[in-house]
């Protein structure tokens, strides 16, 4: 919503250049991982998601890496539209709960035209 | 189109009152989800219904109650013991239990007077 973001880390890039949004997971043991978008006011949408036996996977304009030694996860986004302005936050799958996800609280992305 | 419906997107309520949150999917999916989203914060779950006549507590259920007396339906009731309501709540389903993408409602906002 329009609160959303409030405190939360922001990365301001040029329309056009790429964008790497950095996400830190806690448990070596999560074997999902998702991205979402949130647009203010909306509900998540689904970026891109990652199992734990790959290391990278991509889609339209967007990368996902996950770096299992550091438990670092990043969302690439490539040639970075004014409509790519959002929060994006990461999830991880927590297996031994039942295979609950446990958010991030996110990252504010703004496209400077 | 398929996807999940929640009503209504504002909400006004008085110190005092409980009220309910609707959520409706007709994506045939077995699990719905109900999410808190504050400002700064990651999304924080509530309830869950993995079937129907079956659900359980998230992390923060004090004060929140559901029911899931068809598949399509799993309602959320703001009760008066919820000491801050005032949030963005969010509905989700997936298909069953497996890790995977969480469908989310285009959310709603409470704010208690």
């Known amino acids: 919503g329009e609160s959303v973001g409030l405190h939360l880390p922001t990365l301001s890039v040029q329309e056009g250049d790429n964008s790497i949004i950095n996400c830190a997971y806690s448990?070596?043991?999560?074997?999902?991982f998702i991205w979402y978008k949130q647009e203010s006011g909306k509900g998540p949408q689904f970026i891109i998601d990652?199992?734990?036996?790959?290391d990278k996977r991509q889609g339209q304009r967007v990368t996902v890496l996950l770096n299992k030694t550091v438990k670092h996860l990043s969302l690439q986004i490539a040639a970075t539209q004014p409509g790519d302005s959002a929060v994006y936050f990461c999830?991880?799958?927590?297996?031994?709960?039942?295979?609950?996800?446990?958010f991030g609280a996110g990252t504010i992305l703004r496209v400077k035209s | 189109d398929g996807g999940i419906t929640q009503s209504p997107k504002y909400l006004f309520r008085k110190e005092g009152q409980n009220v309910t949150l609707s959520c409706e999917q007709n994506?045939?999916?077995?699990?719905m989800y109900w999410y808190r989203q504050d400002p700064g914060q990651g999304l924080r779950l509530i309830y869950y219904?993995?079937?129907?006549?079956?659900?359980q507590k998230g992390d923060i259920a004090e004060g929140y109650s559901v029911s899931r007396e068809k598949k399509e339906s799993f309602p959320l009731t703001v009760t008066s013991a919820q000491k801050n309501p005032t949030a963005f709540y969010l509905c989700?389903?997936?298909?069953?239990?497996?890790?995977?993408?969480?469908?989310f409602g285009e959310g709603s906002r409470l704010t208690v007077l």
């Open positions: 999830a991880e799958n927590r297996a031994e709960y039942g295979n609950k996800l446990v």
């Open positions: 219904s993995q079937i129907v006549n079956d659900f």
């Open positions: 448990n070596s043991a999560s074997d999902y």
């Open positions: 990652i199992r734990s036996n790959m």
């Open positions: 989700a389903s997936t298909p069953g239990l497996a890790p995977g993408e969480l469908f």
């Open positions: 994506l045939n999916h077995d699990a």
